[in-house]
Every structure is written in structure tokens, then in C-alpha cells.
């Protein structure tokens, strides 16, 4: 085992035992492909399966293997979609079976911070699918909450409008610049600082990096 594979792997199991802590199901896999591994476990044939947009779970091609599973993925994201179906889906994730989302950071205390524009990912996170299954690559773990926040200032939301090519002023400076448009994706802050107590959710830490 490499310094690298060594750091990452204590790292990960670190963190897993603070979810655990944090009343959460958890679990740590060394790479991606151990990682779709364990949420294919959740997934069953006709299950309704929703993704958050998450460009961890897209790397993984999760959306395709569960389809292949014989499951119904709900996928804002499709491009076949238009404005009105986009919206149906993100209402039919709020009540799916087994929803699968990315996080914008986790702290080395298990605490799972994100930001969200429209908020359909954060509110199906904490309430409404039977089973929650969120994966996180090492490179989303820091050190505490003020860390979260500058990780998503500085390097998750602005690379995400510059994937969803939103014409704010973080694509020009690579940093969060707090804009006050109505294109802004930064809209709904959560925090889960312990697992909410009626949503079934398994987080699943990875020992390489994922999505951003
Ligand atoms: S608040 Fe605005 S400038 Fe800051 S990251 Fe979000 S979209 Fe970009």
C-alpha cells in the first residue's frame, strides 16, 4: 500500500466511525468500483431509484447500472427532459425508494454539508425516500464546518457552475464571489449533523477521489 492509499484508507475509516457516532450507517470502500459495489446491494428490480445532481454518482455511471438492475431511475438531469418533466422528477425523487445523492463536504466529525439552488436534493436527503444511500470521495472530508463552507466557496460550487455553464462571477474567478442574480446556485445550506431520525441513510466513503 501506497502513502497516499494509507492516508486515505485511515482518513476514511476515521470519518466512518464519526458517522457511526452520528447515528449513521457507514461504511468505507477503498475505490469506486468496491464502492458501486455496496449500492448496487440497495437496489432491486422496479425500484424507483432518484439521483440527486451529483457528478459523483454520474462518474460512477450509477444511473446506468441501476437502470441495467432492472430499476426506474428518476434523473432530473436527463437531457430528454424539458422544464415541466424536470420538475415532475424531482418531485417523484422526494418519495423513491432508494435515493442516491453525492455530499459538498464532510467533516472528519460526520457531518454532512451541502448547498443545493433549487433544495429538491438537500430535502430528499433528509426526509421522504425509504433508503438514502450518499457517496463521498476522500477528497470531500475536512476538518470542520468552517472548512465545509470555504471547500464549497472555493472549489464545489464553482466548479459546478462552470458544469452547468450559469453565468455568475464564480466561473470567472474560479471562487465564490456571493452573487445576488437569479442565476445563482447557491441557494439552501444543510447541515446533518446526525442522521435525520426517520430517513434510512448509509453513507459510503470512498479512499479515492470523487466528483467535486
Ligand atoms: S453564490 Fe454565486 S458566485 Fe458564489 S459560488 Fe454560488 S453562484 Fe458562484
Given at each position: 500500500m501506497d502513502v497516499y492509499q494509507w492516508h486515505n484508507e485511515i482518513t476514511g475509516k476515521r470519518v466512518v466511525e464519526a458517522l457511526k457516532k452520528n447515528h449513521f450507517d457507514a461504511i468505507y470502500c477503498p475505490d469506486g468500483e468496491t464502492a458501486v459495489t455496496e449500492v448496487m446491494k440497495f437496489i432491486t428490480p422496479g425500484a424507483k431509484v432518484g439521483f440527486g445532481g451529483s457528478v459523483t454518482t454520474r462518474d460512477l455511471k450509477l444511473p446506468e447500472k441501476v437502470l441495467k438492475a432492472g430499476a426506474i431511475v428518476l434523473d432530473h438531469q436527463s437531457a430528454e427532459l424539458d422544464a415541466d418533466q424536470k420538475a415532475q422528477v424531482r418531485l417523484q425523487q422526494l418519495t423513491c425508494d432508494v435515493f442516491i445523492s453525492g455530499t459538498n463536504a464532510l467533516t472528519i466529525d460526520g457531518e454532512l454539508v451541502n448547498v443545493d439552488g433549487t433544495g429538491n436534493r438537500v430535502a430528499a436527503m433528509i426526509y421522504g425516500p425509504k433508503k438514502v444511500v450518499i457517496v463521498v470521495g476522500i477528497n470531500k472530508v475536512v476538518a470542520d464546518l468552517d472548512a465545509a463552507f470555504d471547500r464549497i466557496e472555493q472549489v464545489a460550487s464553482p466548479m459546478n457552475n462552470k458544469r452547468l455553464a450559469r453565468p455568475n462571477p464564480c466561473v470567472k474567478?474560479?471562487?465564490?464571489?456571493?452573487c445576488e442574480g437569479g442565476?445563482?446556485?447557491?441557494?439552501v445550506y444543510s447541515i446533518l449533523r446526525k442522521k435525520p431520525s426517520s430517513t434510512d441513510t448509509t453513507v459510503i466513503v470512498v479512499g479515492e477521489a470523487l466528483g467535486y
Amino acid at each position: 500500500m501506497d502513502v497516499y492509499q494509507w492516508h486515505n484508507e485511515i482518513t476514511g475509516k476515521r470519518v466512518v466511525e464519526a458517522l457511526k457516532k452520528n447515528h449513521f450507517d457507514a461504511i468505507y470502500c477503498p475505490d469506486g468500483e468496491t464502492a458501486v459495489t455496496e449500492v448496487m446491494k440497495f437496489i432491486t428490480p422496479g425500484a424507483k431509484v432518484g439521483f440527486g445532481g451529483s457528478v459523483t454518482t454520474r462518474d460512477l455511471k450509477l444511473p446506468e447500472k441501476v437502470l441495467k438492475a432492472g430499476a426506474i431511475v428518476l434523473d432530473h438531469q436527463s437531457a430528454e427532459l424539458d422544464a415541466d418533466q424536470k420538475a415532475q422528477v424531482r418531485l417523484q425523487q422526494l418519495t423513491c425508494d432508494v435515493f442516491i445523492s453525492g455530499t459538498n463536504a464532510l467533516t472528519i466529525d460526520g457531518e454532512l454539508v451541502n448547498v443545493d439552488g433549487t433544495g429538491n436534493r438537500v430535502a430528499a436527503m433528509i426526509y421522504g425516500p425509504k433508503k438514502v444511500v450518499i457517496v463521498v470521495g476522500i477528497n470531500k472530508v475536512v476538518a470542520d464546518l468552517d472548512a465545509a463552507f470555504d471547500r464549497i466557496e472555493q472549489v464545489a460550487s464553482p466548479m459546478n457552475n462552470k458544469r452547468l455553464a450559469r453565468p455568475n462571477p464564480c466561473v470567472k474567478s474560479g471562487t465564490c464571489m456571493d452573487c445576488e442574480g437569479g442565476t445563482r446556485i447557491c441557494n439552501v445550506y444543510s447541515i446533518l449533523r446526525k442522521k435525520p431520525s426517520s430517513t434510512d441513510t448509509t453513507v459510503i466513503v470512498v479512499g479515492e477521489a470523487l466528483g467535486y
